[in-house]
Structures are given as structure tokens and as C-alpha cells.
């Protein structure tokens, strides 16, 4: 039995095996936690904050290690933009955004607009209220997940490549044409 692709990204990596286990096909009798694949060792990334054009252009990481100055203006440029408050935003979540960059080709240094990044729970929950399609526990909560945009690439192929890469949630919005992604549970879902 072959299962519709999109349904192995809904279910996430685990349920897809325990669904091919169920069908008869390879059995495993313990997931081993994904390898990430290795980065190299300079990480470079450029971010905008398009309506304030706030802009930071850092190397969040050299040889292993994270710059704890350029994290510090990343979660600046990533706050929240209604209470003002700060959280500190996953370093892995930064690894997602660059990986799905560097997949994609295209030039280092390319600008990487932000729509939304950390979100208090003020903010959250007043955004539930108006929008029924966001999440009460929005991983944005956590510093875990982050909408944005890339001029030069389609939001959707974003979305895409994302979720190919089993590092957590990634979706795309037609209606705003915002990607996102997170560093919580792989999967996707049907967005407007």
C-alpha cells in the first residue's frame, strides 16, 4: 500500500512508520531520534522586520558554537511587536530557517523578511480571538516558530522544501503569502 505524500508530512515520520509497520511493510522496533544534518561551520543570516525595516545582518554561528551577541539581536529584531517583549528564539529554528535557505540556492546574505516572530500570550490570545485558524498554543509562545517571507523564492516551494526536511511544523499562507515554520512536532496543515 502506498500512502498519499501528503499524508506521510500530516502524520509526521513516526506515524508513517507505524503506519507502513501496520501495512505489512519494514518494521522498526525503535524510532531512533532524527540525525540533522551537519551545517557548516559559519552560519549567516539576514533578517527584516519589513514594516520598521529593522534590519539584522549576523554570523549566529561559527564552528559549532552560537554567537550569544548575534542571538541577542535576533530575538531583539524577533519580539514582539505589540507588548515590546523579548524572548529567546530557538537556535535551532534559525538552523531550519538557514538549511531551507541554503537548500534552496540561493545567495548568502539574502534578506529574509519577518512578519512574525516570538508572540506573548497577550498577543496570542488576542490573535486567536480575531483569527479562528491560529493556534492557542502557538509555538510562537516559545521563541519556536517564525512567519516570513523571501522576495526572490515562492512562499509555497518554501513550504515545501520545509516540510521535506522533518524538522518540525511548516505551512504556507496564500492569504498573507507568509511561510512558516517551527521547531515542534513535524507536520503541516491546510491553511487560507
Avoid at 512578519?115 to 509555538?139: C, D, I, K
Wanted: glycine share 8%; net charge positive; proline share 8%.
Amino acid at each position: 500500500m502506498t500512502l498519499p505524500r501528503r499524508h506521510l508530512f500530516a502524520c509526521g515520520a513516526a506515524a508513517a512508520l507505524m503506519v507502513l509497520g501496520a501495512c505489512g511493510g519494514p518494521r522498526t522496533p525503535e524510532l531512533a531520534e532524527p540525525v540533522l544534518p551537519p551545517l557548516p561551520g559559519t552560519r549567516r543570516i539576514v533578517l527584516v522586520h519589513s514594516p520598521s525595516r529593522e534590519r539584522v545582518d549576523v554570523v549566529y554561528a561559527r564552528e559549532g558554537r552560537y554567537d550569544a551577541t548575534a542571538l541577542a539581536q535576533i530575538n531583539n529584531l524577533m519580539r514582539d511587536r505589540n507588548t515590546g517583549d523579548l524572548a529567546p528564539i530557538d537556535p535551532l529554528l534559525l538552523d531550519f530557517l538557514w538549511d531551507l535557505l541554503f537548500r534552496t540556492g540561493i545567495a548568502e546574505g539574502t534578506e529574509v523578511q519577518i512578519t512574525s516572530g516570538y508572540r506573548s500570550p497577550q498577543t496570542n490570545a488576542r490573535l486567536v480571538s480575531q483569527n479562528r485558524n491560529a493556534a492557542r498554543e502557538s509555538f510562537h509562545m516559545s521563541g519556536k516558530a517564525m512567519d516570513f517571507r523571501v522576495p526572490l523564492l515562492p512562499g509555497a516551494a518554501l513550504a515545501e522544501i520545509a516540510k521535506t526536511m522533518q524538522r518540525g511544523g511548516a505551512a504556507y499562507y496564500p492569504s498573507t503569502g507568509h511561510t512558516h515554520i517551527d521547531t515542534g512536532p513535524v507536520r503541516t496543515w491546510r491553511t487560507k
